[in-house]
């Protein structure tokens, strides 16, 4: 898979993950795309993340698990990292810190057929 789709805790639509190669591989580069499906969820703390990473550039990415898939994300200039995890087929999810610092903002949605 090569993208995420990014909701927040409710399945409201966020933006996306855009993956330079796939998360079956070891680890990437990837961008972040901002696109909030109403104007309500612009200025929530799930958006700004999003926001924060998408004007920082390229991140970097690398699965730290595969059972269940685990991918830490370090985006240069901010300092905290960003996790996406998917324990089984279905939709994972994705937020903010490393450790027990983890703090989970929302739903990360893989592509169909994947």
Do not use: Y
């Not at 090569?2 to 993950?17: E, I, R, Y």
């Not at 920082?56 to 699965?63: D, I, T």
């Amino acid at each position: 898979m090569k993208g995420v789709a990014l909701q927040n805790a409710v399945g409201a639509h966020l933006g996306f993950m855009l993956c330079s190669v796939d998360l079956g591989e070891p680890s990437g580069e990837c961008v972040f795309i901002a696109v909030p499906v109403r104007a309500d969820l612009f200025d929530t703390p799930e958006a700004e993340v999003l926001f924060q990473r998408r004007e920082a550039g390229e991140s970097a990415w690398l699965v730290s698990g595969r059972d269940p898939l685990l991918v830490v994300v370090r985006t240069p200039g901010l300092p905290t990292e960003m996790f996406l995890e998917f324990d089984g087929p279905g939709p994972g999810r994705w937020g903010v810190g490393s450790g027990s610092d983890r703090r989970t903002l929302g739903v990360a949605v893989r592509p169909p057929g994947t």
